[in-house]
């Protein structure tokens, strides 16, 4: 019996054990593009300082190292409805941000309200409630149907880490005018400033000469 076939059988073998181990490759390969990224806890502290944590923690933890702090999560700031500190019970949840503010600046049961969103800030110059491309509020509704006036988490991040830019700004105004319209008040109160005053005195007409009050004629032999 000739050897021929049994060579044949063995390239066979072999052709099928490279095929298999290629495979084995492709699907290593597919399984390690889609490995799920661990989600992660986002702290901002007032002021602007961020903390990030790898896996859950209790807000009983938190608030033992921050005694005179309020836990807030940041998607849950609405005008109008109280400020929504956790409990000591509850647990932060990873994949979410959270706030660490003065427990000062946020007595139990009051409302939230733009001037309360300005204290957030803990610059010494408030920064505006607006910017340009920048909304700071957004409608949504609620679970009883009703429009709540949502609070842009990013918007608060930007305001509470307003004292940390403000320190890179010189001091021409940048941080309290950020929008053109700003500036331009800006650029004009303080243009007035460095130009001497000259009165300003239209062309009177003969008919309403006799009219002219006692100022507006010193002025106008003044001149």
């Not at 190292?65 to 000591?88: E, K, M, Q």
């Amino acid at each position: 019996m000739s050897s021929k076939p049994m060579k044949q059988d063995r390239k066979k073998e072999r052709k099928k054990q490279k095929i298999y181990t290629m495979g084995n490759i492709v699907t290593l390969c597919i399984s390690f593009q889609h490995t799920p990224q661990p989600k992660i806890i986002r702290l901002v502290f007032w002021g602007g300082a961020t903390q990030l944590l790898r896996e859950s923690c209790p807000a009983a933890e938190l608030l033992a190292r921050h005694p005179d702090s309020i836990v807030c999560h940041a998607d849950s700031f609405y005008v109008g409805r109280p400020v929504p500190a956790l409990a000591i019970e509850d647990v932060l949840v990873a994949g979410n941000t959270y706030l660490v503010l003065p427990i000062d600046l946020f007595p139990p049961c009051r409302n939230l309200t733009t001037a309360s969103l300005a204290s957030l800030s803990s610059a010494k110059d408030k920064p505006p409630l607006s910017g340009p491309g920048e909304l700071p509020f957004e409608y949504v509704k609620g679970s009883d149907g009703k429009l709540l006036i949502k609070v842009v988490p990013e918007f608060i991040i930007r305001v509470m880490s307003a004292a940390a830019a403000a320190a890179e700004d010189d001091k021409s105004g940048s941080t309290l005018c950020t929008t053109p319209e700003l500036r331009k008040h800006y650029a004009q109160l303080v243009g007035t400033r460095d130009r001497p005053w000259s009165p300003k005195l239209d062309t009177i007409s003969e008919k309403k000469k006799a009219r002219r009050s006692p100022v507006a004629a010193r002025l106008f032999d003044w001149r």
